[in-house]
């Protein structure tokens, strides 16, 4: 069960602002109903500031507290302040969010984004920005690549599980989580683009000793990290692992992945 904050509560069960304006200045849209969420915002202007702001949702509570907090923070303000506006400062003023839910504060945002888009008109972006905003990286929720990339610079992502908690990219079929992980090493500050050797062998260790191992336990097994040369990682299964008809499944399915997206996508395990 995920700890919401008292804020997150109050505006699930009082949301504010829920409905639509017939005669809006401006209607941004994010989401859809197959991904699961969807929501409408609406926004009416009155001498450049921002009147009036209702919503439209479909999703989990997290959605409409996202949703119901930003026309709060929108109304009020002129278009120019609105669109310095993170999906972090929307999970921060709902007092924060649990990881998982994280999409929902980014979905508010990119409605507002849309919008936005909608009103600057091509003025907006540059024609690399929008170039990238349409190259689709996620087809399973239809996440762009410079959603990814926002998400990555504004809340200081570094794995593709973070990713998946802000975005939903690599959430279902999971084919693009080499893409989501290549976008991130493109985006990373310059001291973190390339890890040494050491650096490689503690990162690798820590993922076994805390994710890996832990996991393999629950259910009886276990893993002892044999080597590790160049970006091919030794291992052992021990325990019922060792000994289990699905041992090669866990090896790639489980240890492999979960290695590529935490350390490396270049990593490869292999069974001794």
Same mark, same amino acid.
């Given at each position: 069960?995920?700890? !919401?904050?008292?804020?997150?509560?109050?505006? !699930? %069960?009082?949301? %504010?602002?829920?409905?639509?304006?017939?005669?809006?200045?401006?209607?941004?849209?994010?989401?859809?109903?197959a991904c699961g969420d969807s929501l409408k915002l609406y926004i009416k202007l009155k001498d450049g500031v921002i009147e009036d702001a209702k919503f439209q949702t479909f999703g989990c509570g997290s959605a409409v507290a996202s949703s +119901?907090? #930003?026309?709060?923070?929108?109304?009020?303000?002129?278009?120019?302040?609105? %669109?310095?506006?993170?999906?972090?400062?929307?999970? /921060?003023? #709902?007092?924060?969010?649990?990881?998982?839910?994280?999409?929902?504060?980014?979905?508010?945002?990119?409605? #507002?984004?849309?919008?936005?888009?909608? !009103?600057?008109?091509?003025?907006?972006?540059?024609?690399?920005?929008? !170039?990238?905003?349409?190259?689709?990286?996620?087809? *399973?929720?239809?996440?762009?690549?410079?959603q990814i990339i926002d998400a990555i610079k504004v809340n200081n992502l570094r794995t593709v599980e973070d990713i998946t908690n802000y975005t939903k990219a690599g959430g279902a079929c999971g084919r693009c989580k080499g893409l989501i992980?290549?976008?991130?090493?493109?985006?990373?500050?310059?001291? $973190?683009?390339?890890?040494?050797?050491?650096?490689?062998?503690?990162?690798?260790?820590?993922?076994?000793?805390?994710?890996?191992?832990?996991?393999?336990?629950? /259910?009886?097994?276990?893993?002892?990290?044999?080597?590790?040369?160049?970006?091919?990682?030794?291992?052992?299964?021990?325990? %019922? *692992? +060792? +000994? *289990?008809?699905?041992?090669?499944?866990?090896?790639? +399915?489980?240890?492999?992945?979960? #290695?590529?997206?935490?350390?490396?996508?270049?990593? $490869?395990?292999?069974?001794?």
């Open positions: 069960m995920w700890d !919401y904050s008292d804020k997150v509560m109050d505006h !699930y %069960r009082n949301p %504010r602002n829920v409905g639509k304006i017939d005669d809006a200045d401006l209607i941004g849209e994010a989401g859809s109903l +119901s907090i #930003l026309t709060e923070m929108i109304i009020g303000k002129t278009l120019d302040e609105v %669109r310095k506006i993170t999906n972090k400062e929307i999970a /921060d003023e #709902l007092g924060g969010l649990p990881p998982e839910k994280m999409h929902c504060s980014v979905m508010g945002h990119e409605a #507002l984004e849309d919008a936005l888009k909608k !009103y600057y008109g091509d003025e907006y972006q540059t024609p690399e920005e929008k !170039y990238i905003s349409e190259k689709i990286i996620c087809t *399973c929720f239809n996440v762009t690549e410079q992980q290549k976008i991130i090493e493109a985006n990373l500050p310059k001291e $973190e683009k390339k890890l040494s050797a050491a650096q490689m062998i503690l990162r690798i260790n820590k993922v076994i000793e805390t994710v890996i191992a832990p996991e393999l336990q629950k /259910d009886g097994g276990d893993i002892e990290l044999v080597d590790i040369e160049d970006n091919k990682v030794y291992v052992k299964l021990q325990g %019922r *692992c +060792s +000994s *289990c008809k699905n041992s090669v499944l866990t090896l790639k +399915s489980f240890v492999e992945t979960t #290695l590529q997206d935490k350390v490396s996508q270049d990593i $490869e395990v292999i069974q001794v």
